[in-house]
């Protein structure tokens, strides 16, 4: 092929790859996005790409000559002009813009005799020099063969740039190689190098390694990049977002000089200082923003004072504060749907922004890590008992509550902590559903890590730390670092809730939460919560509250146990009264007694298997005075509430049914208190009465449940317990870490939804209650509830209401409209 028929027809100028009917394949990632700039009528510094399949002509020096003649047409310059010089940038681009070793030489075309001058010209001390250098090793290593310890020998003796650049023309003269001193042949040259090295077996083996075809081929770009002075000259980088903010406000910095192929520590000067003006930079990006629907990002250089874009991409994963903003805004000016914007939020961003977040720099220590319980992060010092970490936090020191395990006993300890650890447990242990319902960092199941009480220290693989150091918990990754690490708080904004309003237009299933008290339900509404989906009764005889409940679960005669349940029901009208008025008028699902004797006996507890044993229902059929007396006490709290004009939806529900029979028990006791409490006050309370399923059998006879209850809530905590035969409590650190590292199970099932076991017990409870009573109200309060894969697999079953911690409230009203949008695709 001649030169002139290789400038008509195989070197492409920027722009006019797709007016020639090329695409990636032959321009390569690079030729392609230039050519859509260029369409977009930015600016963009001129070149020509060499399609992949004539990629290897360029080492031909006639070749390469005339490539360079078409790029001073382009550019409208020619080389050598000591007035207005001009640089060759050599780049390589693959089709899918993921080469295996990128090449990136900026400083081709510099002739030895005129680097003083150029030096002089751009006035960096040096920079000229630098770049030449660059070449020549890049060149001499790679096309001549020069080992590359030669290089860095002389690079060693040499620290001056000029002195390195006559160094390495000297070494390249000694093995035989004078480098070429015509812009055209160090063109050749360099592409040579390129393709050599390219083929070298470490590029093979590093395409290998990336998934890459062995064979895959490369486009060359030939730049012509304008050097000068300091005052109209130089190169930046930009973005269209602010990191902080996420509003559209274009940041970055911007050099004076050269561009080098290495990244410059020293710093950059604010875009302000732009020569020419910023005007430009920022249509570029608002131009961009529009056309690529995500953040823009820009490597630029000032020419002449004026801006030329090198290269432009859509940042892939913006900060999640600039993901949100920038869908509002794209919304807003129309160009996605509200669908598209909500369905570009990941519901990891959310969390982001609602929880605070460690600011890890790479130099923290490691200490020991577990299962991430509960989202956020705090900084303490480690208290080693719920006393101490009461007694340190009242006096003011942040604490972290560092426990084998935790029960009832330990609330106080909890509520004082900036973040609970405990060795033993599972996401949905004691541990773990207390501090997501508080809202407290947490991480169980760090099982490497050992308590030495009677040393007041904790230690974990060959460190230890003193009890009142420091240590700071990731409850997002599970990560436990030693000392004191920056906590960025959490941030939500205005613009959270305008993306979750647009998710709540989109979702299906109703979200609820599980909140205990007038305090989490109010958070809880505050996220969004449509209503509450689980009072877990027997939390509110936690901490102080808790011989109220001993005295009754340990009452030995009928006197003791009337008395004892007094008291209890006392309290329990007081925090009655305070959930449903937060509460107000929407739907409160109230579950009776489900205490698991060994949480709040401890030793006392005379069972081998307490969470097989006498709980829920259970107790409430051997003591019947046990659910009168509470659904007295929250009727009557009703009543009282209801004489202000707020009257909230009651569900009455049963735990920890497994025979029909058990439910009808159960609602008696709880019809008769209602009808003690309208012959009482003269009112009849509106409820319904309804039951978990959480035993196998309970999903199996859903039937029989259905013509008894109103609704059916899914306790897939329990559900996935006994199903699996897992003990929550116990197996999740240890065996399902194991099990999940050996690929038997893709993820904890007490994180994520089965969804071929538990999920068709769900599907066949649905079925066979929907038969019954079509009518029937379905939800679910287990922890998967809040959790994202969870979500979508209970709008695939229909059910008609997820609830879960207060926390996840925004997470799942955005997961909840994903699993909207994505089984609509199905
Ligand atoms: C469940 O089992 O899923 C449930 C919500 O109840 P608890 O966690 O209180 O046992
Ligand atoms: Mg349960």
């Known amino acids: 092929m001649t030169s002139t028929e290789a400038v008509s027809t195989i070197f492409v100028p920027y722009g006019q790859g797709r007016g020639r009917g090329l695409d990636e394949a032959e321009l390569g990632a690079h030729g392609v996005e230039v050519d859509r700039l260029v369409a977009l009528g930015l600016p963009v510094v001129p070149g020509v790409t060499v399609p992949v399949s004539h990629a290897a002509s360029l080492v031909r020096p006639d070749l390469a000559s005339a490539a360079l003649d078409l790029l001073q047409q382009v550019a409208g310059r020619r080389f050598g002009d000591p007035e207005h010089p001009l640089l060759i940038r050599l780049l390589a681009s693959t089709p899918s813009g993921s080469a295996g070793i990128p090449v990136d030489l900026p400083g081709l075309g510099i002739i030895s005799g005129s680097v003083p001058a150029l030096d002089d010209l751009v006035g960096s001390g040096g920079a ?20 590359g310890d030669d290089f860095a020998e002389a690079e060693y003796i040499a620290s001056a740039p000029a002195e390195r650049v006559a160094k390495f023309l000297a070494l390249c003269t000694d093995a035989g190689f004078p480098f070429p001193d015509h812009p055209a042949e160090q063109l050749a040259r360099a592409a040579e190098a390129t393709l050599r090295r390219w083929a070298s077996p470490r590029a093979g083996r590093l395409r290998r390694r990336q998934g890459l075809p062995e064979d895959l081929g490369f486009a060359f770009h030939v730049q012509a990049i304008r050097v000068g002075p300091p005052q109209t000259c130089g190169y930046g980088v930009a973005e269209s977002r602010d990191p902080a903010t996420g509003t559209f406000a274009p940041t970055g910095t911007f050099r004076r000089s050269v561009r080098r192929m290495i990244a410059e520590d020293r710093p950059g000067e604010p875009l302000d200082h732009l020569p020419g003006g910023r005007d430009l930079l920022v249509s570029t990006l608002r131009t961009l923003e529009l056309h690529m629907r995500g953040a823009a990002q820009v490597e630029f250089e000032i020419r002449d004072a004026e801006l030329a ?20 805004d794209l919304a807003e000016a129309g160009i996605i749907d509200d669908v598209t914007a909500v ?16 600011q890890l720099t790479g130099g923290e220590t490691e200490f020991a890590s577990g299962l991430p319980a509960s989202a956020g992060a705090a900084v303490g010092r480690i208290a080693l008992s719920s006393e101490r970490a009461v007694e340190w936090s009242e006096g003011g020191d942040p604490v972290v509550l560092v426990a084998e395990e935790t029960s009832p006993g330990d609330l106080p300890g909890m509520l004082a902590a900036k973040a609970i650890v405990t060795v033993r447990g599972g996401l949905a242990a004691h541990a773990a559903v207390v501090a997501r319902g508080l809202g407290r960092p947490a991480i169980c199941g760090a099982t490497a890590v050992r308590i030495h009480k009677a040393g007041r220290t904790v230690a974990s693989e060959g460190q230890s730390l003193s009890e009142g150091e420091l240590i700071s918990v990731d ?8 000392g004191a690490v920056h906590v960025i708080p959490p941030q939500p904004g205005g613009d959270l809730e305008a993306l979750l309003r647009h998710a709540d237009r989109v979702r299906r299933l109703k979200v609820r939460a599980n909140a205990d008290n007038g305090r989490d339900a109010a958070l809880a509404i505050r996220h969004g919560a449509e209503g509450v989906g689980l009072c877990r009764t027997e939390h509110q005889f936690l901490g102080d509250r808790l011989p109220l409940v001993r005295r009754y ?19 329990q009208k007081e925090d009655f009264l305070d959930l449903l008025t937060a509460v107000g008028n929407r739907p409160v699902t109230v579950r009776l007694l489900d205490a698991p004797l060994h949480e709040f006996l401890g030793e006392q507890a005379h069972e081998v298997n307490p969470m097989l044993g006498l709980r829920g229902v259970r107790l409430a059929l051997m003591r019947t005075e046990l659910y009168p007396a509470q659904a007295r006490a929250l009727f009557s709290a009703w009543v009282d509430l209801a004489a202000t004009g707020v009257t909230p939806q009651l569900e009455v529900m049963v735990p920890l049914v497994a025979l029909a029979g058990e439910l009808a028990s159960a609602a008696q006791h709880i019809r008769r208190a209602a009808a003690e409490v309208e012959a009482s006050t003269g009112v009849a309370v509106p409820y319904t009465v309804g039951t978990m399923v959480e035993t196998p059998r309970a999903a199996l006879i859903a039937d029989q449940l259905a013509g008894i209850a109103q609704f059916l809530s899914f306790g897939t905590n329990d559900l996935t317990q006994l199903t699996y035969g897992f003990s929550r409590d116990d197996v999740e650190a240890q065996l399902l870490t194991a099990y999940t590292e050996q690929k038997l199970l893709p993820v904890s099932p007490f994180a994520s939804l089965d969804p071929d076991g538990v999920g068709e017990l769900i599907r066949t ?31 695939r079953l229909g059910l008609d209401y997820v609830s879960c911690s207060p926390s996840r409230v925004p997470g799942a009203r955005l997961a909840a409209a994903h699993a909207a949008l994505a089984v609509a695709a199905t």
């Open 128 to 147: 000229i020099y630098e770049v030449f250098a660059a070449v020549i090793r890049f060149v001499g290593e790679h096309a001549a063969g020069i080992p």
């Open 309 to 328: 874009l090198l290269a432009a991409r859509r940042v892939e994963r913006p900060a999640p504060r600039t993901a949100i903003r920038l869908a509002l």
């Open 343 to 358: 369905g570009s939020i990941r519901t990891s961003d959310i969390e982001a922004l609602l929880h605070p977040q460690l």
């Open 475 to 482: 409850g997002s990754s599970g990560t436990i670092y030693a």
């Open 553 to 571: 679960l340990l009452a030995t005669d009928a006197d003791e146990e009337a008395a004892a349940l007094v008291e209890l029901a006392a309290a």
């Open 765 to 795: 409870a649905i079925t066979r209650a929907r038969r019954v009573h079509p009518a029937i109200k379905l939800g679910i309060c287990g922890e998967h509830g809040g959790d994202p894969a969870s979500i979508e697999l209970c709008e």
